[in-house]
């Protein structure tokens, strides 16, 4: 089976962060994450399941409360379990807050290639610090896998995107045993209020006129429609496949690759 494992930088992780996990999707996700997770901790603590009879029971069940918790993706409403003699702490918070940037990378790469267990067990040890049992992350696994695809699929006709920011990241793919760089093609779309959020990811082979014509009639099939503005940069293939896909928008060239460009062929001091 094919594993993606992303290799970008800091500033790649939190930009793209930063336009793609702002929405009810991805609250949805961390919320189920969080309350699964205290649950189970809440349960290792009590060292006993749900009306089971154990000598080695600590306390007892004592309900939840209410808790709202801030993070990159919005505030997430949380259900924390209590315990009877209220020594329970869950840990998920503090490290939530340590661990925020990758544990977020990791929801990315979610969001590009799907739901598996290898990619939830690494979402659950950013936040736990350990391992957990496998049926813990099976449970976890089923219950994300449909709002991930909710989230790639979802309908994009209900709202208008007249700007589209394209661009793609190579990444690090493991297949049969070998690492080959892929490229994946990624859409930013910007509403009319100036929001932006992306709104499809694709992993390619390369990167070429017919990859990004592929990419672009994924997002028309989901109700991408009246585009007006499309920025990118220079490459050939993306540009004749912008002109192709969508003839009645216009193409402007990305301002922070056009300078990246000029820089890179301006010979370095001293050199």
Same mark, same amino acid.
């Given at each position: 089976?094919?594993?993606?494992?992303?290799?970008? &930088?800091?500033?790649?992780?939190?930009?793209?962060?930063?336009?793609?996990?702002?929405?009810?999707?991805?609250? &949805?996700?961390?919320?189920?994450?969080?309350?699964?997770?205290?649950?189970?901790? #809440?349960?290792? @603590? +009590?060292?006993?399941?749900? *009306?089971?009879?154990?000598?080695?029971?600590?306390?007892?069940? &004592?309900?939840? @409360?209410?808790?709202?918790?801030?993070?990159?993706?919005?505030?997430? $409403?949380?259900?924390?379990? #209590?315990?009877?003699?209220?020594?329970?702490?869950?840990?998920?918070?503090?490290?939530?807050?340590?661990?925020?940037?990758?544990?977020?990378?990791?929801?990315?790469?979610? *969001?590009?290639?799907?739901?598996?267990? #290898?990619?939830?067990?690494?979402?659950?040890?950013?936040?736990?610090?350990?391992?957990?049992?496998?049926?813990?992350?099976?449970?976890?696994?089923?219950?994300?896998?449909?709002?991930? &695809? $909710?989230?790639?699929?979802?309908?994009?006709?209900?709202?208008? *995107?007249? @700007?589209?920011?394209?661009?793609?990241? @190579?990444?690090?793919?493991?297949?049969?045993? #070998?690492?080959?760089?892929?490229?994946?093609?990624?859409?930013?779309? +910007?509403?009319?209020?100036?929001?932006?959020?992306?709104?499809?990811?694709?992993?390619?082979?390369?990167?070429?006129?017919?990859?990004?014509?592929?990419?672009?009639? *994924?997002?028309?099939?989901?109700?991408?429609?009246?585009?007006?503005?499309? +920025?990118?940069?220079?490459?050939?293939?993306?540009?004749?496949?912008?002109?192709?896909?969508?003839?009645?928008?216009?193409?402007?060239?990305?301002?922070?690759?056009?300078?990246?460009?000029?820089?890179?062929?301006?010979?370095?001091?001293?050199?």
């Amino acid at each position: 089976m094919t594993q993606v494992h992303f290799t970008l &930088n800091n500033e790649e992780v939190q930009s793209i962060i930063e336009h793609s996990v702002k929405d009810d999707v991805s609250k &949805n996700i961390l919320t189920t994450v969080f309350n699964q997770l205290m649950e189970n901790q #809440r349960t290792e @603590y +009590i060292q006993a399941d749900d *009306y089971e009879r154990s000598e080695s029971r600590q306390s007892q069940r &004592n309900g939840y @409360y209410e808790r709202d918790f801030t993070t990159r993706v919005g505030t997430l $409403e949380l259900k924390v379990p #209590r315990t009877r003699d209220g020594e329970f702490s869950p840990t998920v918070f503090e490290r939530y807050q340590r661990n925020e940037k990758a544990l977020l990378a990791s929801m990315l790469e979610m *969001y590009v290639s799907g739901v598996s267990t #290898r990619k939830v067990s690494k979402i659950v040890e950013e936040l736990c610090g350990k391992s957990v049992s496998k049926s813990f992350v099976s449970s976890l696994t089923e219950q994300l896998d449909p709002m991930v &695809n $909710e989230w790639q699929n979802r309908s994009l006709s209900g709202t208008n *995107y007249p @700007y589209l920011m394209t661009d793609v990241l @190579y990444i690090k793919v493991r297949e049969d045993h #070998r690492v080959l760089s892929k490229s994946c093609h990624i859409a930013i779309g +910007i509403t009319e209020g100036g929001d932006r959020e992306i709104i499809g990811f694709m992993i390619q082979n390369e990167e070429s006129d017919d990859t990004w014509s592929i990419f672009f009639e *994924y997002l028309k099939e989901r109700g991408l429609k009246g585009t007006e503005l499309i +920025i990118s940069d220079a490459h050939k293939g993306l540009v004749s496949a912008i002109r192709k896909s969508f003839t009645n928008a216009s193409w402007q060239r990305c301002q922070v690759h056009f300078l990246r460009n000029i820089f890179s062929s301006i010979p370095k001091k001293n050199s």
